[in-house]
């Protein structure tokens, strides 16, 4: 039988990039998989799309309710909707801080929060939250968006060990730079896109970008019971960028 035949999967951001590209290896294994996202249409077959704002508790309580009831359960929640900042610490203001804390750590919080009871009745439940190298990488120019990442892995960790006596394992993939239409935006962005391709490609051993489908790999992988003794970890998938 296929590897998650009978398990239903919601993952959040799953219109685009890396979200759109686990949702689609998900629903390839066997698992009936909800999409929750701010531009949830023209997904293709088979994936479900509900709309959701992760800033929005009502929204998200009403999303992750509608994606139980139309999946008959949910056992695999992937945390994925997100948002890039740049600058340094003293570029970013107030505000962009409390938003871009707002989408990356408490939307993460909202979703799973929503989802805990659904996971509860689950017996083979797997959160996999997206996180990043930038999380411990130390790179310039992202306060920001690393300090956001950072609380994600101490997120995992922490509810990892909260919810493993509720038989919920807890995980997260650490990307480096991962070829999807965020990052052609911020190539679109440079001064120089090619020049400013090249550095990112050349910041990874490998020497090139990340592909989607390889961080979707790892999140199915993370999300799969026959990973059952794997909670509380961080699995990176960064082209060497922080292990070599
Ligand atoms: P993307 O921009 O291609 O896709 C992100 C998706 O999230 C979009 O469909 C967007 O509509 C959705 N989204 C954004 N804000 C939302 C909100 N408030 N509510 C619901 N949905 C929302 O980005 P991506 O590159 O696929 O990134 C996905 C995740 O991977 C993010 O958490 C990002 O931090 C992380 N990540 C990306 C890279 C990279 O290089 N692309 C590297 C490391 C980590």
Redesign the pocket.
Known sequence: AAEFAGLKAVV??????????AARLLASRGARVAC????PDDLPEPLVGIR?????DA?VRAAVEEAARLLDGIDVLV??????AQGTIEENPDEEWQRVF???VF?MVRVTRAALAHLRRSGSAAVVN?????ATAGLPERAL?SA??GA?LALTRATAADLVHFGIRVNC???????????G??LDRAADPEAERAALCARQPTGR??F?DE?AAAVVHLASPSSGSTTGTALAV?GGMEGL
Do not use: E, F, H
Not at 36 to 39: F, G, M, N, S
Not at 130 to 134: E, K, R, T, W, Y
Not at 173 to 183: A, E, F, K, L, R
């Open positions: 959040t951001g799953g219109a685009s990039g890396i979200g759109l590209a929750l996202d701010l531009t959701a704002d992760v800033v929005d929204s945390n994925n909707a997100g948002i890039g707002d989408v990356n939307g997206i996180c990043s190298v930038a968006y956001t990442k994600v993939v650490n990307p480096g730079t991962v070829d999807t239409p965020w990052i935006r911020l970008l990340v989607a961080v960064d």
